[in-house]
Structure formats: C-alpha cells, structure tokens
C-alpha cells in the first residue's frame, strides 16, 4: 500500500510556465487538500475536494485550479508560475471514518520558479 | 481573526521531558491535531483532542483546554529522533484544518 503519491518529488520552473502537481493516493479516501507550505508559515491551503467531482476554494487559491474526476487523483494546476509560487506543496487525504477526519500527507514537491 | 500561536524553537536533552504549547483563536473548534514533520518530509499524525483533558500515547502525551483555547504535546525520555517540527492544527466551524507555523524542537546529547 502506498498511501498518498506525489510527482515531482522537486522541480525548477521558468516564470510563466504551465506546471500541474500530480497527486494519487490508495486509500479510497472521499477528501483531498492540497498545501503549500513555506518557512515560517503554518501550512496553508489552497484546494479541497470533500469528494470525487466537487472541490473548493482554501485560504490561498489564486492562481492555483484543481480538479477531482475520480477519488484516486487530485492534481494541481499553475496555469502561470509566478515565483512568489516558490514553496513546498503537500497533498494530503483524509476519511471521515478517522477521528476528526485525520488528514495523511503526500510527500511532498518542492518547486521553485525563477 | 483565527490565530494558531506556538514557540517558533525548543531545545531539550536527551532523555529530559518537554513540553510544547499551542494557544488557539478559532472561528468554531472540532478538535485539534498535532503533527510531527521531520525536516524534509511530510507531517505525520500524532495526536487528536476533541474533549478537555490529556491523552496520552507512549511517550507522548496531549492535554486540551478549550475554555482556554490551549493545548500542550508533552514528550517523554527524549530520543535524537524526536528532533523535528511539531505542528499544532485546529478544526474550525466549517471543519477546515488551521495550522500553526510549528515548533522545531532540538534535541541535545
């Protein structure tokens, strides 16, 4: 079982660009959520998707578009990479079955954009 | 506002007891995490209080006081791989994860 999947693992991208973070997990979770993490900040959230075919808008969303057209996948779309893009994006899965809908982490990628 | 405050850094002995506050401001309270992030990986679940009191799990323990709007991670016989990042996160009225900046904790010989 591998849980929740993340690709890249990092990536440099130019400015401008088009760049979509893949994320897959196993578990057959109904909710997913996609982060950025960066030094000195909580994590913050930029999509969700309480379940396959619906997503919503986090803390952090512009720039940022999601889609959820099975349970397995959940990919993040940078339409246009800016550098203030630069960060640590984590995907994560929760169930609700879970105390307080635990949420359970990707590995992460860490993208830069120059 | 919703306002997650934690020590930005601890550091503590090897074998010793530490223990790492959160104080919240939320909008709604369904419970709160704490998560552990070794440097470079991913956060990884350690605790959840929804009730008042501690909850204890090995060597780690969590207490919560929501009339307080507080929550302790106590760590017990400190090992070098309890250094990392300690992550506070409460679940608000629309059951939406707000997380604190964490507490890197260092562990010394």
């Known amino acids: 079982i591998a849980g929740i999947t993340q690709a890249p693992t990092s990536q440099i991208l130019a400015a401008g660009r088009r760049m979509t973070l893949r994320c897959t997990q196993d578990?057959?979770?109904?909710?997913m959520y996609w982060y950025r993490q960066d030094l000195g900040l909580g994590l913050r959230l930029i999509h969700y998707?309480?379940?396959?075919?619906?997503?919503g808008k986090g803390e952090v969303p512009d720039g940022y578009s999601v889609s959820r057209a099975n349970t397995d996948d959940f990919p993040l779309t940078l339409a246009s990479a800016v550098p203030s893009q630069t960060s640590v994006y984590f995907c994560?899965?929760?169930?609700?079955?879970?105390?307080?809908?635990?949420?359970?982490f990707g590995p992460g990628t860490r993208l830069t954009v120059l | 506002g919703q306002n997650i405050d934690q020590p930005t850094e601890m550091t503590a002995t090897e074998g010793a007891i530490v223990q790492i506050n959160c104080t919240y401001q939320?909008?709604?309270?369904?419970?709160l995490f704490w998560y552990q992030q070794h440097a470079g990986e991913a956060p990884t679940f350690l605790s959840y209080?929804?009730l008042d009191g501690l909850e204890e799990k090995g060597r780690f323990s969590s207490f919560l006081s929501r009339s307080k709007g507080y929550s302790y991670l106590l760590l017990k016989e400190l090992q070098m791989k309890d250094s990392a990042s300690y992550l506070c996160?409460?679940?608000?009225?629309?059951?939406?994860?707000?997380w604190g900046a964490g507490t890197k904790l260092i562990i010394k010989p």
């Open positions: 939320t909008s709604g309270f369904n419970g």
């Open positions: 209080n929804v």
């Open positions: 998707s309480n379940t396959a075919g619906t997503t």
């Open positions: 996160a409460v679940l608000d009225s629309n059951y939406q994860l707000i």
């Open positions: 578990m057959r979770h109904n909710a």
């Open positions: 994560a899965s929760s169930d609700s079955s879970s105390p307080g809908d635990t949420q359970y």
